[in-house]
């Protein structure tokens, strides 16, 4: 069934199940390489696998020519919990001068939105595809964020220190999706035909330093635990046998392992069905999930025009090295540690030590 959010705003008993579908490759045919990845096929069919009177919402995170991207975080819980805002507020749709894909695509009402998650992706030297990385990385303010940005006047970090040591934040601080449930696949190709005998790289000068006895991991799946470990450490559910890996072809050339090669390779396409029955089996199980007390679904960022002059007045006071009174930048400049008061903040690090 075709997503109507909508239905987000019903009691839960009263709406469909409903389920997001992230296929995590970074590769589309809309970009370089100009080819379509395995994520998005087994994708749609997994899509095509789930019952169809729940709505399946799906989004492709590939890279596609002249669309905004997923924006990094900023590290804001490192100066403060409090000052990572739920949902973001680092970045802002439609955004000129900072595109950002995670607000352009409502992803975060989306997340909300859905009773569980499930993520579809390559292992890309031992790791997540740097889109899904990005993604996980933006929603560290599920866990525990600041639903009320008006309290830090926007993005303040010494107003956002001073709430972190208040009685009050105890109360805000939540994990907004906590009950829903996600799940896993992640895939790799088999090492092309690059690799020798022992399983070193035939290419490579000084093998002692590849030793394949010590490659990371002993269970592959584990390239993607960082993921599952941020969902668990949030209250996101995900169980053991929906947290999965698959390889396939081993010693083939890349060039014949595409989306279209998944086919010749009934037992990959079995294992992607056994998979997708085992959430369908899991969430219907559990249930529809209730909201959290502040939603994503729904939310109407604050104006902040004023805030925004504030925090202008600081950046520049301190490009002057006038960091606020007793604030943390200040301590630092005292200590002579980042040494950073500068007028041109946009040029690197070397270019500026160039020009001392």
Same mark, same amino acid.
């Given at each position: 069934m075709t997503p109507n959010d909508a239905n987000g705003a019903l009691p839960p008993d009263q709406r469909p199940f409903r389920v997001l579908v992230i296929a995590g490759s970074d590769r589309r045919q809309y970009n370089c390489p100009g080819v379509d990845s395995k994520a998005r096929t087994l994708a749609l069919r997994v899509v095509d696998r789930l019952?169809?009177?729940w709505e399946i919402d799906l989004e492709d995170l590939g890279n596609v020519y002249g669309r905004a991207r997923i924006q990094s975080c900023n590290a804001c819980v490192s100066t403060a919990m409090s000052l990572c805002v739920w949902p973001c507020n680092c970045y802002e749709p439609d955004n000129r001068d900072e595109p950002d894909l995670m607000w352009d695509l409502d992803m975060y009402a989306r997340l909300d939105l859905a009773d569980a998650?499930?993520?579809i992706g390559p292992v890309n030297w031992y790791g997540p595809s740097s889109n899904l990385k990005l993604m996980f990385d933006?929603?560290?303010c599920m866990n525990g964020g600041n639903p009320r940005e008006d309290l830090i006047g926007h993005k303040d970090p010494e107003r956002a220190m001073q709430l972190e040591r208040s009685p009050e934040w105890e109360a805000l601080s939540v994990n907004h999706l906590e009950g829903r449930t996600a799940a896993f696949l992640c895939y790799g190709d088999g090492g092309g035909t690059e690799?020798?005998?022992?399983g070193r790289p035939t290419m490579l000068r000084h093998k002692q330093y590849f030793d394949p006895a010590r490659e990371p991991f002993e269970n592959m799946r584990d390239a993607y635990a960082p993921l599952v470990w941020q969902c668990r450490y949030g209250g996101v559910e995900v169980p053991d %046998?929906?947290?999965?890996?698959?390889?396939? !072809?081993? !010693?083939?050339?890349? @060039?014949?392992?595409?989306?279209?090669d998944l086919e010749r390779r009934p037992e990959v396409i079995a294992a992607v069905n056994q998979w997708a029955d085992r959430i369908v089996a899991f969430v219907a199980k559990k249930g529809r999930v209730s909201p959290g007390q502040y939603r994503a679904y729904g939310y109407t960022a604050p104006r902040h025009r004023m805030a925004d002059?504030?925090?202008?007045?600081? @950046?520049?006071?301190? @490009?002057? !090295?006038h960091a606020p009174a007793g604030s943390s930048p200040a301590r630092q400049d005292d200590a002579g540690l980042n040494r950073d008061a500068t007028f041109k903040p946009a040029r690197g690090e070397g270019e500026?030590?160039? %020009?001392?």
């Open positions: 019952p169809q009177e998650w499930i993520v933006r929603m560290v690799l020798d005998d022992d %046998d929906l947290w999965t890996y698959e390889q396939f !072809g081993d !010693g083939e050339l890349y @060039s014949d392992n595409q989306a279209e002059l504030k925090l202008k007045w600081r @950046s520049l006071r301190m @490009s002057a !090295g500026k030590l160039r %020009d001392d």
